[in-house]
């Protein structure tokens, strides 16, 4: 079975800076393409930040610039480095994986809370 742990969301204020971590774990043969989604109340989940197994990353204008995608493969870990982060950044974060056991499927983890105050 494969899992998805996220960690390190927390409580920070405005301009401070959060490392977001994923691990997957599990009968994994490979990890392909990984991605950061958020959710704020009200609002729809979006895609923050993607990165391939060729190390192709994408952001959302909104991060650009702020936020660092990377990933260690050897370690099954994606991480999500934030800097200077605002109030709009609040959400829950969630990261989402394609994933080969004896097929693809897509696997997400259970969120972590970041919350920014001004």
């Known amino acids: 079975q494969v899992q998805l742990v996220e960690s390190g969301g927390g409580l920070v204020q405005a301009g401070g800076s959060l490392r977001l971590s994923c691990e997957a774990s599990g009968r994994i043969s490979s990890i392909g393409a990984i991605h950061w989604y958020r959710q704020a109340p009200g609002k729809q989940r979006e895609l923050v930040a993607s990165?391939?197994?060729?190390?192709?990353?994408n952001y959302a204008d909104s991060v650009k610039g702020r936020f660092t995608i990377s990933r260690d493969n050897a370690k099954n870990t994606v991480y999500l480095q934030m800097n200077n982060l605002k109030p709009e950044d609040t959400a829950a974060y969630y990261c989402?994986?394609?994933?080969?056991?004896?097929?693809?499927?897509?696997?997400w983890g259970q969120g972590t809370q970041v919350t920014v105050s001004s």
């Open positions: 990165i391939t197994t060729g190390g192709r990353i």
């Open positions: 989402n994986a394609f994933i080969l056991t004896q097929k693809v499927d897509i696997y």
